[in-house]
Structures are given as C-alpha cells and as structure tokens.
C-alpha cells in the first residue's frame, strides 16, 4: 500500500519542528534520466552498439547505425549475460566487465555515457535548495555522472563547500555525520576514474565504507529515488539483513507511478515491516520540486564554525568585538536582500542571529559568542577599532587625500560615488567618424569591477592600508595589501614584472565570507568573471586595463586606462558607449515586518485610555470611524497590552499580500506614514517641524526654522566632500518686509509594483519675521513662484544628496520601526536604476542632438 500525499508526508521529515535528524537521500540512476544521463538499461545497449561498432566491426561503421538485431544477437553469444528484456539492467555490472578492456578504454566509455549535452534536470536544483536552506546534508547516490556535485557547485559560494566521500578506496577523510552538504559515491567516482563498476566490485561495498554510513542510517530518515534496488551491494551490504540495521526512523522508498518494487527490495520491505514506506511519484524532478515548493520558507540554521579546518581571517571570531559592535539594521537590511536573492525566503529580525551563525559570521568560542572578522568588517558599527588598517586611503595625482572608513558596505558605496564624481571620471568628448559624443573617461561597470576587487580580496590580516590613486589623463591605480597564493601562481602566466592576463572562471577567494555576501547582494558577478570582464569593458570605451602582483611585494594592483586622449587636449578622446543613472526622489524599504496586525476596539480611544498599556504599544493607528486597531506589534505583545480594550482575535494580515487589496494597502500606507513621522519629529533638536493643520494633524510636510530669529545651518558630509555648511532657514529683507525662506519636504508613502517607499518632494516654506510661522497661503504662493526661477539641475541634486544624507545620519540605513518592529527599515539612500542607453547608433549624425542620463 502506497501513501495518498508523498511530497507533504516527505516535507514533514525536512522541517526541523518536526524531526531533528535531517533525512539522508539515496539516489539511483533515474534520478539523473531527465539530465540526459541514460538508465543502466539504457547503458547497456549503448555500450553493446558501441564496441560492437568499434571492435567487432573495427570501426568501420558509426554506433549510431548498428542495427538492434545485430548487437542483441552477438551480446546473447556472451554466456555470461543474463537473457530478457528486465533483466538487460542488471547486465550494466557485466559488459563493464568483460567487454570495456583496458581500463583506458573502459574509462574514456564511462565518461562519454555521463557527459552532461544540456542542463541539469530541475529536480537536482531543487535539492540543491534543500541543501541550501540546511534541510538535506548527506546524499548517497549509486551514480557516477556529475549531476549532483554540479547543482550543488552553482549555489557556492552560499554552500562554501561540499565535501565528497569515497571518490576512491580509503577516502574518508572529508565524512561527517553533520555536514552541511556531502556527498558519498557509493561506487566511486568515475571522474576519477577510480568507479566500481565490475562485478566483483557491485556485489559488495566495503566494510569501511558501511562502518562510516551506519550511525548515519540508524539515526536519520532515509529517502530513496530513482533506485530501482538491483544491486545487490547495496541491498545486502548496506540496507540489508547482513547490516543488522532496522531503520527506525524509517525507509521512504519512492518508485514511479504504476512501477512495481524489485524483488530485492520486497525482501527489505518485508524484513522492516512497518519501518517501510513505499512512496509512488510522477518522477524525482517533479518529486523534489514539489518538496521545495511545499517547503519553500523553512530554513535549518547551523553553527560553521566546527566545520571549517582552515578558517579564512575573515572567518575567525573576532576576539574583543561584541554583538553590541555590530550594526543589526544594517544586517538584517543586507542579509535579508541576500536571503530572497539565494532563494532562503525572507528573513525576520528574529531568525538574524540564526541565519549569521548559519553563514559562519557569528561564531562559538570558550568566551561566548562572537562576531566573526568578516561580521564586523561588514556590519561593524566602527569597525576601525578593531582593524584600524581596514581603510581605504584615496587621491588625486598623489594630492587631496581622503580617506574611506566605516563597515565594507559603507565603504562600497561611498567609494562608488567618489569614482562617479567629475575628479575621478570626467567627461570626455569622443570624436566619431562625423560627430563628438560625450562620455566618462572610464566604464563604470569597469570601476564597480575593480573596487569590488579591492574590498573583498584584500587581505585583512596584513595591517596595510588599501589605496587608491587618479593619476589625471592617464589612469587610475587600485592597489591593496594580499600576495599571490601558490594555486594562482600555478595558474596564471605572470611575467619577470608580475603582470598577467586574468583567466576567465578562474578566481580563488581569499575571504569567503565577504565574497559570499556580496555574491548574494549582486554586486559581484560569479566567482572567475570579474578582471576578465573588466579588460573587456575597458577596452570596449577605449581604454584599457592592467593587472599585476609586483614582485617582492604582498599587494596586488589593478590599473584602469582612459581612452588616448587626442593631441594637445585631455578632453578629447576616442570610442563611446552610453549608460544612463536614474535618481528616483524615493528612500525604498529594505525591511518591512512580515505581517500587520489589526484588531476591533470598541469604545476607540476612551477603551485605549481606561484598559490598555497605551505608552508601551509603540507606534499604531486607530480608525476612529470602526474602531479598527492597527500596528506592526507581533499579536502575542499586542494582546498582552491591550488587555480587556481587545475585543476577539487579533488578525495578522501578511505584508507581502497588502497589494491585492486596496483597504489594507491604505491602511499599511498610513501606517508606515505614522512610523515616518515619528522618525521626522527626532529631528527637533535640529529645527525641523512637523506642518500640522488646525485640526492639530499632520500635513505630510516637515520644513526647518529659524535660530531665535537668525538664520540656520546644518553640516553636513557626502563622499565627495566633509563639512559641508548648508542655510537651511535663510532671514531674508526687502525694504520693511522681512521673513524667513525655510527648506522642507513633503512626504508621501508609496508603493510600486512590489516595493514600498517613502517619496520625498522638497520644497520652500516662507515663515514670518519669527522663523516659524507660515505666512499666508496667497504670500507664499507669490514667492514661491519667484524662487522657483533659481532652481536648477544641479540646485535639485544638491537638494536631493542633502535630504538623503539628514535623514539616514548619514548612515546606511534608518531604522523607523521603534518599539516592537524592528523590522520596519528604510535605505539610507534615494532609489537609483542603471539603464543602458541601447538603441543609438555610434557616430550615425540622427543621434547629434540627443544626450545620455
């Protein structure tokens, strides 16, 4: 009797509330059948055409066109082959045997009959994903085709390793009971030619190899796909009765739908009893698929660092740093962009010190817990305390030093706006076959390349600093602290001066942990790519790139070329390629709570005020007109507060649905506005005020006032420049008219597609001689319209880097959650969308007049 529903009685197994052993996974032949890999009937008569073809016939004739009577009728002559049509898979182990001699010859068979023509079947991606999320660890497998290690290889460096078991005799080194992601080759592994695939070799595994496995089979679920049990090495050794092995936890064995079970596997089911499961499925693609849509947001957390036995520096604990050292905001806004981009689901503020212990970025050590290198150098709230040479020093032509601290997420981004500026990139005029054309002196995606390349794969240990130098005209120099490896020496071609040519899909990480974040953030492309596609992007622009490890010297220096510049003019060059930066006057939500919750209160706000805990609920709405109670509060605080002011149950409306209904999408608007505006009135030390109406509410508007009557200025810092004073509330006289012009915002919620975020709209208030209050509606119109006259491209990029950097504090991220949501998180920057300007023709005259972003 087959189970009625296998994927859901599978997920249970998966899902760490239910079994806390994960189960280990068994897999035969047909799992790899919709990879192109053929059945081991299959193998049979491509073998049997084949050297009938090549040794039989001497070549004379293709495979492809022997007949099937030809090579059935002269492998039937073999007194060593089993005769009928069910029994031609058991033959697999047999015309290994006798007919692929010398084991050349039986190696180069092997390799052809698993070589990948197309891409790997979705069930294999889908177990990777499980693998991913920490819900499978070891699989078995009776293959030797590369299907598996290959799905498992495209999630590195999300899954840093996998470590494969029994690739030939003795080779244990890499087992344990709880790796993250194993592999065992219960035969071998052909790729190394070292496979079991002799008769003698499948009748029996070893006793090492058996002794390895059994603890793991008495104490985990198994789960076996596409096998069909015919060898009987496995059946005997290892799950049968020779084993002594009962399966407590259960054999899930999964077959086709309307395929009966093999004879050996009627004896297992029949010795195990009720510990048997025979599970009938459409096929192991749509079997794992199925397991992974069911257990789409169910993640196992682990503990990395007794895995690893060389940590990186950045994979050390940090020995001085604290949890209270990291910027959790800013970790739960970067990890939870990494989490949806790995397909992990999302990630709650309660499952961050989970998912960092899972990445290996929070470590155990006989002091308590702490944060790795990698954790502080990305999250660190200053993290020059504890690595005070983790900076890079920038300059023009050796001058106008600056120099660039803070967490590696602050750093990327300031730098990349540092090498956007006029100084660093400036604008060129490309002389075309007719027309000049206007472009930066370097491609951009070239120099996000390279800075990623200094950040990631310096070396940290080394208490150098990073730097970078313009030398104007001519290029610019990265150069940071890390020698070259013996691997890469082995591998790349460097000359007597250090100079290479980067080699495409090579690349070895030197801190796993800052390349696996990045990876996941998309601001790194896949491991190999990058210098390779820098030398492409450079020259492409007409310029060039170059890269070398200076002898004597543990750095490394990548150098940028501008395009030539024409005789006698440092503006003029050659070549163009247009790419445009769009600026949307929008700070985007990188975290929103994962529901919100609303309740009835009758009686509104006199019910708040005689039951329930009002200062402790944090920020929350009250719809007056149906006493309707809404808040980000998880229910279980919300129902504590509240007390006898609730009526009912409390609703927990999921965030990530509030677009297909307008009521809810207004209400999370408003709302978030609520959490908005709290964030705004911190900043009432600094001049800002909240507009109300004489009703006492808000107007979506904040403006600045005035100092007792003299103006006000507020310092503040970009990338490009510190210590920037601005007036943000100027006294201005005209004759006996005097008043007050005052910079502010409107603000809006909003969402697009998918995404919500706060709008900003700056604006001018005009106040009286006081600094605070409005003229009347018809005086400031009137003025309004005269200063709108001054406002120009750069006055309104002036305003928008200003808002930008008031409101964030300039840090990366604003937490506007308060009490009980702490994962209401806005960016600490205005929405930017890099578009290539396709569709214009180089040096065609049409395109004279039209400009880029």
Request: charged share 25%; aromatic share 10%; glycine share 8%.
């Amino acid at each position: 009797m087959t189970e009625s529903n296998p994927i859901r009685l599978l997920a249970s197994l998966f899902r760490p509330g239910q079994n806390d052993a994960r189960p280990t996974v068994l897999l035969g032949a047909g799992a790899s059948f919709s990879s192109g890999i053929p059945l081991a009937s299959q193998c049979v008569k491509r073998i049997a055409r084949r050297v009938y073809a090549e040794r039989e016939l001497g070549g004379r004739v293709l495979p492809e066109r022997i007949k099937p009577s030809e090579w059935q009728a002269w492998l039937q002559r073999h007194d060593w082959f089993l005769a009928g049509e069910d029994k031609l898979a058991e033959n697999f182990p047999l015309v290994v045997e006798h007919l692929l001699r010398p084991e050349a010859y039986r190696r180069k068979v092997l390799m052809d009959l698993v070589h990948l023509d197309g891409d790997i079947g979705s069930g294999y991606h889908s177990l990777s994903e499980l693998v991913l999320r920490g819900l499978a660890g070891t699989i078995l497998t009776t293959n030797f085709d590369i299907c598996l290690p290959q799905a498992l290889r495209e999630r590195h460096p999300h899954i840093r390793y996998v470590a494969e078991v029994n690739r030939g005799p003795d080779d244990f080194n890499e087992f344990d009971l709880y790796a993250r992601a194993q592999i065992v080759w219960l035969h071998g592994k052909t790729e190394q030619y070292t496979d079991r695939n002799l008769v003698n070799e499948t009748d029996s595994l070893s006793d090492k190899l058996t002794e390895h496995l059994g603890p793991l089979l008495d104490n985990t679920p198994l789960i076996v796909a596409g096998y069909r049990g015919a060898e009987k090495s496995v059946m005997d050794s290892l799950l049968g009765e020779r084993s002594g092995r009962l399966f407590r936890q259960g054999v899930f064995w999964c077959t086709l739908e309307g395929e009966g079970l093999h004879e050996n596997v009627v004896r297992f089911k029949e010795r195990l009893g009720p510990n048997f499961h025979h599970l009938e499925v459409k096929g192991f693609d749509q079997l794992f698929d199925g397991l992974n849509r069911e257990l789409v947001d169910v993640k196992r957390y682990f503990d990395v660092s007794s895995v690893l036995e060389v940590p990186g520096f950045d994979d050390l604990p940090s020995s001085k740093a604290g949890w209270g050292d990291i910027n959790s905001d800013l970790a739960l806004s970067v990890l939870r962009q990494y989490s949806s981009k790995v397909g992990m689901g999302a990630l709650q503020s309660d499952q961050l010190k989970p998912f960092m212990r899972d990445l290996g970025l929070l470590v155990a050590t006989d002091n308590g817990e702490r944060p790795s290198s990698g954790a502080v150098l990305l999250f660190g709230r200053e993290p020059q305390r504890f690595f005070p040479h983790a900076v890079v020093s920038a300059t023009v032509d050796h001058k106008r030093r600056r120099v660039f601290s803070g967490n590696l997420i602050e750093q990327h981004r300031e730098l990349h706006e540092w090498l956007e500026g006029g100084d660093v990139n400036p604008p060129l005029k490309l002389k075309g076959k007719r027309v000049h054309k206007d472009q930066s002196a370097y491609n951009e995606r070239a120099l996000s390349e390279v800075l990623m390349n200094l950040l990631v794969h310096r070396d940290y240990a080394i208490e150098e600093l990073a730097t970078i130098n313009v030398t104007t005209s001519v290029g610019i120099d990265f150069e940071n602290p890390g020698g070259i490896s013996v691997e890469t020496a082995d591998r790349l071609n460097c000359d007597a001066e250090g100079k290479f040519e980067p080699i495409p899909q090579f690349s070895e990480l030197r801190n796993r942990s800052l390349c696996d974040v990045f990876f996941g953030l998309s601001a790194m492309e896949r491991a190999g790519t990058g210098l390779a596609d820098t030398v492409e992007l450079s020259q492409s622009n007409g310029g060039g790139a170059s890269f070398t490890f200076p002898p004597g010297r543990d750095h490394f220096m990548a150098t940028l070329y501008q395009p030539e510049a024409s005789a006698g003019s440092t503006g003029v060059a050659r070549a163009t390629i247009p790419v445009g930066t769009y600026v949307v006057n929008m700070l985007p939500f990188t975290a929103v709570p994962e529901s919100m919750q609303r309740a009835y209160v009758p009686g509104g706000w006199n019910a708040l005020k005689r039951y329930a805990q009002v200062d402790e609920l944090g920020t929350f709405i009250l719809e007056k007109r149906s006493d309707t109670f809404l808040s980000f509060a998880p229910a279980a605080v919300l129902s504590l507060l509240l007390g006898d002011a609730l009526e009912g149950d409390i609703d927990e409306l999921p965030t990530d649905s509030t677009f297909q209904d307008k009521v809810t999408q207004r209400y999370m608007s408003w709302l978030m506005r609520k959490h908005f505006e709290g964030h705004l009135a911190s900043f009432s030390n600094d001049g800002l005020t909240l507009e109300k109406d004489k009703r006492g509410r808000p107007t979506k508007r904040a403006f600045f006032t005035g100092v007792n009557g003299a103006n006000r200025m507020i310092v503040y810092d970009t990338p490009r420049r510190t210590g920037i004073s601005r007036g943000v509330a100027k006294k201005r006289e005209v004759g006996r008219n005097t008043w007050f012009e005052c910079e502010g915002i409107g603000y809006e919620v909003v969402s697009t597609s998918s995404l919500w975020g706060v709008r900003i709209k700056p604006f001018y208030m005009f106040t009286k001689p006081d600094g605070k209050t409005a003229l009347p509606g018809y005086l400031r119109s009137k003025k309004s319209t005269s200063r709108f006259k001054f406002d120009r491209n750069a006055n309104v990029d002036s305003d928008l880097v200003f808002w930008e950097r008031f409101l964030s504090r300039g840090e990366q991220i604003i937490n506007i959650g308060g009490a009980h949501a702490d994962d209401l998180l806005l960016d600490g920057s205005f929405f930017t969308v890099d578009v290539e300007e396709k569709g214009l023709v180089p040096d065609d005259p049409s395109d004279e007049n039209k400009y880029s972003a």
